[in-house]
């Protein structure tokens, strides 16, 4: 039987139009030849670290143990803000220190065990290939190449460090530990009768973060948004008539405000933090 080739997956607010992927592309090649490269997405919105932390967490819960992830959403280049290596939910994460970490922290290891993880660590052990028995690693990554970009540190740094991580170089070897990671202003809805819109996808569909958990423990009659009633929680879009609201639990596990066929966003005026009430 053939190994299985490392996994390495890319999120970014680049786009594609210019050659900044495809650079990242090539510094990973050159690390680790043999590696399975998948784009997550490269159409975060500029420098929207709070959209490119969810995307991230549904990646890291979409693949195997022992994939790497390399996210690059840095609107904070060439400052002195750090650069993270993150051993999660048996896969590594590279990505700079400004909050992007924060929604994989929030859903893969949960609200109640987020602050024993910011204050104890697993100690740092050598890796293979992403591997971290289950245990959180929260580290920073202290080295650097000879020359760098100041304005491209995905290229120059997190790649380079991607890429040795997916060959199977233990991060010990160029990390330190860490136990103050930068985290948004943004949580799972754990109690209470209220949530936030925290993402609008393509369609115009806006997620929450109302758990399904807290639906079912709630049982509400009616979700509310932006003071407008859209009726009971429903099980999938065609439980509505086409171009009715309607509120229902999406694939991410979280509540979702959609419009069948067509842009809950578009036509209920809906932005990130409007509140969601459970009556």
Known sequence: ???????????????????????????????????QLVDVSHHVPPQDVLA??????????????????LAVVDPGVGTSRRILVVAIHDQMVVCPDNGLITWPLRR????????????????????????????????ELIWRPPLVSKVFHGRDIMAPAAGRIARGEPISTFTQPIHDPVLLNV??????????????DHFGNATSNIPQELLEREQPGQIVIKGQSIGPLRQKYADVAPGEPLAL?????????AVRDGSAAGVLGLRIHDTIELH
């Open 1 to 35: 039987m053939s190994p299985v080739r490392p996994i390495i997956t890319l999120t970014s607010d680049f786009g594609q139009e210019d050659y900044y992927v495809a650079a990242m592309k090539g510094v990973l090649l050159q690390h680790c030849p043999d590696a």
């Open 108 to 139: 893969l290891q949960g609200p109640a065990q987020l602050p024993r993880l910011l204050g104890q660590f697993a100690p740092l052990k050598p890796s293979v290939r992403g591997r971290s028995d289950g245990k959180v690693i929260l580290s």
């Open 249 to 257: 639990i999406g694939s991410s596990g979280l509540l979702e405000i």
């Open 52 to 69: 490119g932390s969810i995307m991230l967490e549904r990646a890291i819960s979409s693949f195997p143990p022992g994939t790497t992830h």
């Open 187 to 200: 949580a799972l809805a754990g109690h209470g009768r209220s949530g936030e819109i925290i993402h609008i």
